[in-house]
């Protein structure tokens, strides 16, 4: 399945909603656009919203550690938000759900 990347951005936060499938094919794009806000002059925030994300694997959790490694570099937090139940699942397995912010509900 494809996927789609829409990114809105506020004074404090960039906000990514992911839709679709992120996996190898799709990886290096999701990659590409966190890295590109997490480097941008005004992130303090980087959120991705995931309730759209209907399929993920290894690729995707090497992706947002290295967003998160990157935003811990760079001084800005990474959030991830509204996870898939298969998603979370994913998380909770792998152990990212124990060192990635994780926001509940709608983002600010």
């Not at 951005?9 to 806000?37: C, I, R, W, Y």
């Amino acid at each position: 399945m494809d996927l789609t990347i829409k990114t809105t951005s506020t004074e404090t936060e960039h906000q990514v909603n992911l839709s679709g499938d992120v996996d190898a094919f799709t990886g290096p794009k999701v990659k590409e656009a966190l890295m590109t806000l997490v480097q941008s002059p005004n992130a303090s925030v980087v959120a991705v919203d995931l309730k759209e994300v209907e399929y993920m694997d290894s690729t995707g959790i090497g992706i947002f550690i290295a967003v998160m490694k990157a935003c811990k570099q760079s001084g800005c937090e990474f959030v991830v938000q509204n996870l898939s139940p298969r998603v979370e699942r994913l998380f909770q397995i792998t152990g990212l759900y124990e060192l990635v912010v994780i926001r509940k509900g709608e983002s600010a």
